[in-house]
């Protein structure tokens, strides 16, 4: 790997040289990362699954040592899911000594299942295994090519694209199929570009009995182009692909179609309809948190229900089509004045097909916040409202029609409570009260099983250990799994984040966020203060409402002598839709009133807080957020990190600026209601410290939208700091911690007025 470039201004100031900040305090800091501390947490709960047979897997971590545990809801007990020491050694054995060796206590991530005759099948990066209770052996792959391919519903087929063609395996034979033939360059079948994605995955969606795929023919025949450039010696390697931008004439369409397979010969059936934008009501691509949910099958495979979106997001129509004839139906469409999304937190979505009682049901923000409305499929027409009240359903994990009744999370119900804490629910579709299952404050993790007897319940805040607990599908507890003990992270030196609420820009709306001081904080002290911030829409600045031990470097950052805090503005989701809008259309908000009203607040709360040091970071959205707080707010902030920002939307790509801000207006004198922005043209209002900060290979935000501003802040005369990263895509990879160290030092310098420990060398632990 190429080194990194540094670019510094060559006239920057430094700030007035302060106390030396240690090497042993940048130890200290490295020490509160997540993989430091996450060995130090004993029987902590994860990667929980539930198999068909009702038994619940997951892992246990205590005292550095994991154990893979099988519960069963009959007995309410746990034990081991196989023998450790033996699938160590399989693992061992089937890598012929090559690579790093297994250890039975801490065994890699798996995906486990369970095999016919009982045993289980568990899938990793070592390969395939089968443990049953005499040991365990490697199991050969299931023929496969070296394209990605999406699993009929009973395994034994997989769908890929190939050459722009969908193609089928059979996983037994490797026998393969191809099913269309007129896919080519940049008009292929199944393809997954989002503009920032170019991945060879299909999108496909089978239908249950197997015999038929819904996807789409794409077309980017008329895309614009998006070139990257290579550091490498002698000629650069270029890397192209199709990439629409914000209100560009042409960008992505798709055309619907069915494949069926269950005849002698694959048929093709176009639906009889105009070619879809590439669009969703879960994500700014097709696929939403569990695939390409905005497609749904009915059980007989015999029609299936879609969702087609308008290129700015601001209708929903709900289609049926025949998959054997192509023919289309309108049912329901839905028009907002903003944009459409099929839950509060674009994830997964909220709607259901369900023609065997001949209905639907959609989510609506109509009444300002999310709900479940249930409708007649033939009609169109409102049958009953399932939820109601000041509060938002997030998910529908389950629905069963035969009990008529809903299982779902919900946020913000429960009076007196973090409106954001989630929640789990049952309701009945044909009326009748929210039943709630999850009655502790906290915020909580639900894994509930196929059949929808049981689910898994971890509960936590940001301050108090997870509780991880079994229920039946009424709420009652069956078992307690664990209680995860805090003891050795505590010893270590670990404090916990502290929670907070403010007024927002209107001095009436409250707004919550999370605190982070030094372990050995003192309040006769005055601290700086740092703003994580990420402004939004589709998410917030708060990574998490429940228990972790780093919420990224907040506590390691913290440790130096800041005082870090992330908060939620207005103009996030999960509160109403009204707050969620309120930067709809004039994104360069940022947030931002809030997060300086935040400021304010605390520095008049607590005198421990000098808002006269105050600094700001933030990526990709958050990157743009920062450079617009020190130009637009440069009296506020001293110094500020922009990392990857995004900081001129009609330079990216088309779905997140056009879902958000809207499509693109010419104006009579010549601007657009894009005008106005975008960073570059306030770079002159700089006054203190910035560091920009970019990957050049990023084909999510292209490199281009951090040197716009940088050739804004040049032509100003504007001294600042730059740091390329030759190889780095959006999320920097391999050079994360390096970029971490470089973050905290130069917080350090001109933040703290303190020289930093040169050259501290941060890594990854193993």
């Not at 997964?348 to 609506?364: A, D, M, Q």
């Not at 929640?423 to 009748?432: P, T």
């Not at 909580?444 to 607990?469: E, N, Q, R, W």
Request: net charge negative; hydrophobic share 35%; with cysteine.
């Amino acid at each position: 790997m190429l080194g990194t470039l540094l670019v510094t201004g060559a006239a920057m100031g430094q700030a007035t040289p302060g106390p030396a900040v240690t090497t042993a305090d940048y130890q200290r800091a490295a020490g509160m990362l997540a993989d430091r501390t996450m060995p130090l947490i004993d029987h902590a709960i994860s990667g929980a699954s539930w198999l068909d047979d009702g038994s619940l897997i997951y892992r246990e971590q205590t005292d550095g040592k994991t154990a893979v545990l099988r519960f069963d809801p009959a007995t309410g007990k746990s034990a081991p899911a196989f023998d450790p020491q033996a699938l160590a050694d399989a693992m061992n054995l089937a890598s012929g000594g090559k690579g790093r060796s297994v250890n039975k206590d801490k065994l890699p991530p798996l995906t486990i299942a369970r095999n016919a005759d009982g045993s289980l099948l568990l899938t990793g990066m070592a390969g395939r295994f089968r443990c049953d209770m005499t040991g365990c052996s490697a199991v050969a792959h299931p023929a496969s090519g070296d394209e990605p391919g999406v699993a009929s519903p009973d395994g034994s087929r997989e769908a890929f694209v190939r050459d722009w063609n969908l193609w089928l395996r059979d996983l037994a034979s490797g026998k393969e199929t191809q099913l269309t033939f007129d896919g080519k360059p940049d008009y292929g079948y199944a393809t997954d570009n989002a503009g920032w994605k170019h991945t060879g995955n299909a999108v496909v969606a089978w239908s249950p009995d197997g015999t038929k795929i819904a996807t789409f023919r794409q077309d980017q025949r008329h895309t614009s182009l998006m070139t990257l450039v290579g550091t490498n010696v002698g000629a650069p390697k270029v890397e192209q692909w199709r990439y629409p931008f914000a209100g560009d004439k042409d960008i992505t369409l798709i055309e619907r179609v069915v494949v069926d397979l269950s005849g002698a010969t694959p048929k093709t059936i176009r639906l009889q309809m105009p070619p879809d934008q590439h669009r969703s009501t879960c994500a700014d691509d097709l696929l939403c948190a569990d695939g390409w949910e905005d497609v749904q099958w009915a059980r007989d495979g015999k029609t299936l229900a879609f969702v087609s979106t308008d290129r700015g997001h601001k209708r929903a129509t709900l289609r049926v089509a025949d998959a054997a004839t192509g023919a289309v139906r309108d049912v329901h469409t839905e028009t907002v004045a903003t944009q459409y999304q099929s839950a509060p937190a674009l994830d997964s979505v909220n709607w259901r097909y369900l023609p065997e009682s001949n209905e639907f049901l959609w989510f609506s923000q109509k009444s300002n916040w999310g709900h479940l409305y249930l409708f007649d499929l033939t009609t169109g027409k409102l049958k009953r409202q399932i939820t109601s009240g000041d509060w938002n359903v997030a998910q529908v994990l389950r629905l069963d029609p035969v009990g008529r009744t809903l299982w779902i999370t919900g946020v913000g119900r429960e009076a007196g409570r973090d409106p954001y804490f989630v929640h789990f629910y049952k309701v009945g579709l044909d009326g009748g009260e929210v039943q709630l299952l999850t009655p502790e404050d906290a915020n909580h993790a639900i894994t509930l099983s196929g059949d929808g007897k049981y689910f898994l319940d971890v509960h936590s805040t940001i301050a108090t250990a997870p509780v991880a607990m079994v229920r039946d599908a009424d709420g009652r507890q069956v078992a307690e799994l664990a209680h995860t003990d805090l003891t050795r992270l505590r010893a270590a030196g670990w404090v916990p984040p502290e929670a907070f609420t403010v007024k927002a820009r209107d001095g009436k709306t409250d707004l919550y966020g999370q605190m982070f001081k030094p372990s050995n904080f003192d309040p006769a002290k005055k601290y700086p203060i740092i703003t994580y911030i990420y402004p939004g829409p589709q998410v917030g600045s708060v990574r998490s409402r429940s228990f972790q031990p780093a919420h990224g470097d907040h506590q390691a950052l913290a440790e130096l002598g800041f005082i870090v805090i992330a908060l939620d503005g207005m103009g996030t989701p999960l509160r109403s839709k009204a707050f969620q809008d309120v930067s709809y259309g004039n994104m360069a908000d940022n947030t931002l009133p809030d997060q300086v009203a935040a400021l304010k607040q605390l520095g008049e709360r607590y005198p421990w807080i000098d808002t006269a040091r105050a600094g700001i970071w933030g990526h990709s959205g958050g990157g743009n957020a920062t450079a617009a707080a020190m130009f637009r707010y440069p009296d506020m902030y001293q110094v500020g990190i922009a990392e990857s920002g995004n900081h001129e939307n009609l330079s990216y790509e088309d779905d997140w600026g056009e879902r958000y801000h809207g499509l693109l207006v010419r104006k009579p004198d010549g601007t657009t209601n894009y005008t106005g922005q975008d960073n570059a043209p306030l770079a002159k209002n700089l006054k203190g410290k910035l560091l920009l900060i970019h990957g050049m290979m990023d084909d999510n935000v292209p490199p281009q939208s951090t040197l716009l501003v940088v050739d804004a802040l040049i032509k100003a005369n504007k001294d600042f700091d730059l740091l390329l990263l030759p190889h780095a895509r959006h999320g920097y990879g391999m050079d994360s911690y390096y970029v971490m160290r470089r973050r905290w030092d130069y917080f350090v310098k001109n933040l703290l007025g303190a020289e930093p420990p040169h050259e501290f060398e941060l890594k990854m632990q193993p």
